[in-house]
């Protein structure tokens, strides 16, 4: 009985290594998988960006605050951060101040799986083409109900504060 005892104690502590560690075959198909969803979440992020700009152009801040996840917020320059319900209202009053175009230039995107950051330069546009504003920006992204949503979404601009010199 003690013999067959330590057979399966054996067994067992194998057994339990060998799904503790796993092998290089594992570990290369685990790092596949996870380019091919990083490459996913990547072109998710480029097409909603490209959507933003079309949302923009359009005027619609309920589709513009519909990207953003439930417990976002939003940190304009200038601005006390902004979350919930008031996302749609500050992009419906962006929309209203003359806001025309944004043109957003990605120039990276870096992520493990469950949180991406999104990081470009952004050119804010009002009637005839006028450039209102220029910029970088951060987004961090992550997955809520199956759906890449924004997390959190920060910019500063490049001009001087008016006044200054």
């Not at 152009?57 to 309920?62: A, E, F, K, L, M």
């Not at 951060?138 to 997390?151: C, F, I, Q, R, T």
Request: hydrophobic share 40%; charged share 25%.
């Amino acid at each position: 009985m003690k013999k067959v005892f330590r057979l399966v104690l054996i067994a067992t502590a194998i057994l339990f290594a060998a799904c503790k560690n796993p092998s290089a075959t594992d570990n290369a198909i685990a790092s596949r998988d996870s380019a091919g969803q990083d490459d996913s979440v990547k072109a998710h992020i480029r097409k909603e960006a490209s959507n933003w700009g079309d949302e923009v152009r359009r005027g619609d801040s309920t589709a513009m605050a519909a990207h953003y996840a439930v417990d976002a917020i939003v940190m304009p320059a200038n601005s006390e951060p902004i979350t919930g319900s008031d996302i749609v209202k500050f992009w419906g009053g962006a929309v209203r101040m003359g806001v025309k175009d944004l043109k957003l230039n990605i120039t990276d995107i870096s992520g493990d799986g469950n949180l991406y950051a999104e990081t470009g330069t952004l050119e804010l546009f009002g009637p005839d083409n006028k450039l209102l504003d220029k910029g970088k920006y951060v987004v961090v992204w992550k997955k809520e109900n199956g759906n890449w949503k924004m997390y959190r979404d920060i910019w500063n601009s490049n001009l001087p504060a008016p006044g200054s010199k």
